[in-house]
């Protein structure tokens, strides 16, 4: 009977604190989140590098779950079985009833079940947003106006940080609010007709063949033979670039910002018809 408890007790020891499991399982759910974003956030790129009108995609996880549940199963069975002595002078004298065989069994299961609940980004004005910003991350000519559209997102929820992640995508500053007022846009964008090109993020490399890409890649990414792939000296350029993707895909706009830009877009849209 001893071995068989110590190897109970190995099991017991070798399953580890429930609290010490679930803290570890669920800091490696919230760690996927960041590797998610930036997976996201190449994909669009090789999506948009081989159609520039293609629409991009892009979700945020709302809720994780993070389900654990470890059994231990024992089982055992015993045999009572009739003993004969065959040698006994009187036949059945010497029978006896005895334990003939025992069986014993350990069954340890472990499950975990990790759930993501993501919630796509569908509102048509944030889709032409991103595909703006991952155009003129590509290199991909754009217009005046669509870059106005651009600033437009970022003027709509101005943050502290705003001015950091517009320059992350075109490499100018965010214009004051000022110049997104109806009365000044016409001052500010008056050519809409103009092309507004930037070369393409030095940190965004692209090529046609699989072996081509490093094998030390962070991130990669292929659309129709396509591919794109981001090294380890540019993971921080990767980084400022989704967050200012976040920073455009989380927009909260109240009620009074949604009135005031679309009445900002109904004299924008004129603008550009009258040119």
Known sequence: MRPSWLLLLSLILLCGCQELQVRQKSNLLMATVPSLYYQEVVDNLALISV???AIPFFATPTQGTNQQSRQLQMSSVSA?????????????????????????????QIQNVQTFQLSPVIEASKLSTLQIAFRIALGAPTTNYEVFRL????????????????????????????????????????????????????WIHTTERKREVSRNACFAAEYCGKWIWVGPDDFGNLCEFTLAILDVTAAALTASRVAAASLLDAVVAGFATQK
């Not at 609010?177 to 009365?183: T, W, Y």
């Open 80 to 108: 009572w079985g009739l003993i004969t002595n065959a040698s006994a002078p009187i036949f059945g004298l010497l029978d006896q009833f005895l334990f003939t065989s025992q069986q014993a069994s350990i069954t340890p």
């Open 51 to 53: 159609n520039e009108q």
């Open 151 to 202: 600033g437009q997102a970022f003027n709509a929820h101005r943050g502290p940080y705003s001015n950091k992640y517009f320059e992350a995508i075109t490499g100018m500053r965010l214009p004051p609010k000022e110049d997104f007022e109806p009365a000044n846009a016409k001052a500010k964008f008056d050519r809409w007709d103009n092309l507004f090109t930037v070369p393409a993020k030095s």
